[in-house]
């Protein structure tokens, strides 16, 4: 039975809640969610941008945003600011996807405070950063170091204590440690890569998704955390385990990896799956690939939902995912290590960021739910 259309006033209610949500949208996306026709939604949209709610572009439209009220003139944000000298170092495990738009963030952060960000790479099968740290930690025109320590590695817990015994004041960066007998933490800004599984799970489920899978990479330091989000949220959603797909595949670049994703479409078909959170970006793009060429529509037959949301906006179809919020990322961890030089004293802060749910083309309602 074809559901009832919304009455126009409704309708278009329903268009500004789409592009409210989505920021930019296309004319054969609204028209899907609102089952008219394009016709009708490009007139709705006319209507719209002369009410000047909305601005039609390409393909689609994307809400204006309203004007914002004049305000009495106040002092700028860089001069309220305190103005410190020297530099802060950063050491990445890797300078290409990811950590750019960290170290960007950050080193814009740095800049109004008046320091310099000295940027340097590693590599994340690095067991002991200590020889790459310890310059930084040395040079005197450094004031503050941000570290991102391999954490499960066979010299974990020395380079997390060694790191705390240094004079010079460091924030990890999604990490989290604690060091000496006493388990004293150490600072941190991560993001909730738990909660943004759970994100992803809630949202397939709330479409009607009842078979779900997880695909991690066994070489991301975040999968321990986007399965501990996922398993957690499906015990309490009340998933079946035995009509779920949980699968861990190599890293993307290796010989291996085609075959783990065969061997994960195998489990999907084979368990009727019709939803999956694959991390990241590039294992998902390949599963993608990998199921279309096996005769699987998504989001058709199966809703995709990438993790980390580098380039999943790009591929066709555009992926829904979820997008750890890097730049605040770089801006926080720049903040605690500012706080910690202004003063030593204060107590020690962890900051946790939640990440945000994406939608795009890549999820919908499973089949038998339409």
């Not at 899907?32 to 039609?56: F, P, Y």
């Not at 310890?134 to 790191?163: C, K, M, T, Y």
């Amino acid at each position: 039975m074809a559901p009832t259309q919304l009455l126009p006033d409704l309708r278009r209610e329903r268009l500004m809640a789409l592009l409210r949500e989505r920021g930019t949208s296309r004319v054969a996306d609204l028209a899907a969610a609102t089952d008219v026709t394009a016709l009708t939604i490009r007139r709705d949209l006319k209507l719209l941008e002369a009410e000047g709610l909305i601005e039609r572009v390409h393909g689609g439209a994307r809400v204006v945003a309203p004007p914002a009220p004049p305000q009495a003139p106040q002092v700028s944000p860089e001069t309220a600011l305190p103005q410190l000298n020297g530099q802060i170092a950063m050491l990445a495990p890797g300078l290409d996807f990811y950590w750019p738009a960290v170290s960007r963030s950050a080193e814009a952060q740095a800049r109004r405070f008046g320091l310099r960000l000295m940027l340097r790479g590693d590599s994340y099968e690095s067991e002991d950063e200590r020889p790459a740290l310890a310059p930084l930690f040395a040079s005197e025109q450094v004031r503050g170091v941000l570290a991102v320590p391999n954490v499960e590695g066979a010299h974990a817990a020395e380079v997390i204590d060694w790191i705390a015994a240094q004079s010079l004041p460091c924030v990890l960066l999604e990490r989290e440690a604690s060091a000496g007998p006493g388990k004293t933490p150490v600072e941190s800004v991560t993001s909730d890569h738990a909660l943004g599984a759970e994100l992803a799970m809630r949202y397939l489920w709330d479409l009607g998704h009842r078979r779900v899978g997880l695909v991690v990479s066994r070489s991301s330091p975040t999968t321990r955390k986007v399965r501990q989000g996922f398993e957690r949220v499906s015990r309490e959603l009340g998933a079946d385990p035995t009509r779920r797909v949980s699968a861990v595949t190599p890293d993307s670049r290796t010989v291996g990896f085609a075959a783990a994703l065969e061997a994960v479409i195998d489990q999907v078909v084979a368990g009727g799956v019709t939803g999956l959170l694959v991390h990241s970006d590039r294992e998902a793009m390949a599963l993608v690939q990998q199921l279309e060429l096996r005769g699987l529509k998504v989001p058709g037959d199966i809703s995709v939902i990438a993790y980390d949301d580098e380039v999943a906006e790009m591929f066709t179809p555009a992926l829904t995912a979820i997008r750890p919020a890097r730049e605040a990322l770089g801006r926080a961890a720049v903040d605690l290590l500012v706080d910690r030089l202004l003063d030593p004293r204060r107590p020690v802060h962890r900051v946790t960021i939640s990440p945000q749910l994406r939608i795009r083309e890549s999820s919908g309602p499973p089949r038998d739910a339409v």
